[in-house]
């Protein structure tokens, strides 16, 4: 491995530490480099914060050493005014002569403007460093700003014979197919996303809370479909202590402070429609959590990034069907007894 890729690696490395509290901002990694030594890295803060390369920078002690540095960094340094000052000029301002960028940024408001102005103030850039690997570390940001909707993770719990649900249930909870292991894990991944989608039948039959109880991270933004106000007052998803947004048809007759009613034509298709509304709200990732017609709405429409698939042991003889499972690049794993899919929709 050269010294380029062996420092973008490390840059990919930092970036991971961003996410998910930098989104919607990518999470971006930066190692600034003397003489093959790392003398300053950084990543990007949580939302409206510093970027990786001022954290860099700033890490710096000696500053005069920066005259005769090459930053690496994973993705193309901003050139506008946002949340904060363009990183393009704290480089140019303190002549960082070499930058090595893993890959450009389509974000519109950038797209290569960044490059420009540094090379037009003088500095060496080189583009284009384990690139494949700095899109995905970035890929619900990539996929926000070039689809121009959210990264979407289908994901659901089927039982050995193929069903998702039993046809009838004792009680208003789910009824679960895989071990505590694998239930943790789908707490964890909520915490990796900015939001979660439900149907209407899901938050009736499970009364689910949709946070992240079984793990240390924030709740996701909590999706659900209700075309008819069905869904009693008295559920979790009306508890008020997560942002809800309630996709529905029938004018609303309450609002609570945390709760936001969306209003969309249920007589079409649904799913261009959603995607809308959650592109609207910079919404850039969700994990789509069933039940099975929303699953299938996404995977007929194929509009789906990744299906993350649990098969427990336990048999239900008869039940609700689970959809089938999509082909793709497929990775197979083991947690305990259960057995996990990773489908993706990408070469």
Not at 189 to 213: H, M, Y
Not at 250 to 278: A, G, H, K, M, R
Request: glycine fraction near 6%; proline fraction near 5%; aromatic fraction near 8%.
């Amino acid at each position: 491995m050269n010294s380029p890729e062996k420092y973008m690696k490390r840059c990919l490395e930092l970036a991971r530490n961003g996410l998910p509290a930098s989104m919607p901002n990518p999470s971006v990694g930066a190692v600034i480099v003397v003489d093959d030594c790392i003398i300053g890295e950084g990543y990007t803060a949580p939302y409206g914060g510093s970027h990786a390369e001022v954290n860099a920078i700033n890490a710096v002690k000696d500053k005069t050493l920066l005259e005769k540095a090459t930053l690496y960094v994973s993705l193309e340094p901003c050139s506008h005014f946002g949340k904060t000052p363009p990183c393009c000029d704290l480089i140019i301002q303190y002549k960082i002569p070499n930058v090595v960028v893993g890959i450009l940024d389509t974000n519109i408001k950038v797209a290569g403007k960044g490059i420009q102005k540094l090379r037009e103030s003088g500095t060496r850039v080189t583009v284009g460093v384990l690139e494949a690997d700095c899109y995905e570390s970035n890929k619900r940001f990539f996929t926000f700003h070039e689809k121009k909707r959210p990264y979407i993770i289908l994901k659901w719990a089927q039982s050995q014979d193929g069903f998702i649900a039993p046809l009838v249930k004792d009680e208003i909870k789910p009824v679960w197919i895989t071990n505590p292991i694998s239930r943790q894990l789908v707490h964890k991944w909520r915490s990796e996303e900015q939001a979660i989608l439900v149907g209407t039948q899901t938050a009736i039959d499970d009364n689910p809370k949709l946070n992240t109880r079984d793990w240390s991270g924030k709740n996701p933004i909590r999706l659900v479909l209700d075309q008819h106000n069905r869904i009693p007052k008295s559920s979790h998803i009306f508890d008020n202590q997560t942002q809800t947004i309630i996709f529905t048809k029938q004018e609303i007759l309450f609002n609570q402070e945390n709760t936001i009613f969306e209003t969309i034509d249920f007589e079409q298709n649904t799913v261009p429609q959603i995607l809308e509304v959650l592109y609207q709200y910079q919404i850039q990732s969700v994990l789509i959590e069933g039940g099975t017609q929303l699953l299938n709405t996404f995977l007929a429409a194929n509009i789906w990034d990744e299906a993350r698939v649990f098969i427990g042991k336990k048999e239900f003889k008869t039940g609700i069907k689970a959809p089938e499972v999509p082909k793709g690049n497929t990775q197979k794993h083991t947690i305990l007894d259960d057995e996990l899919q990773i489908i993706s929709n990408h070469d």
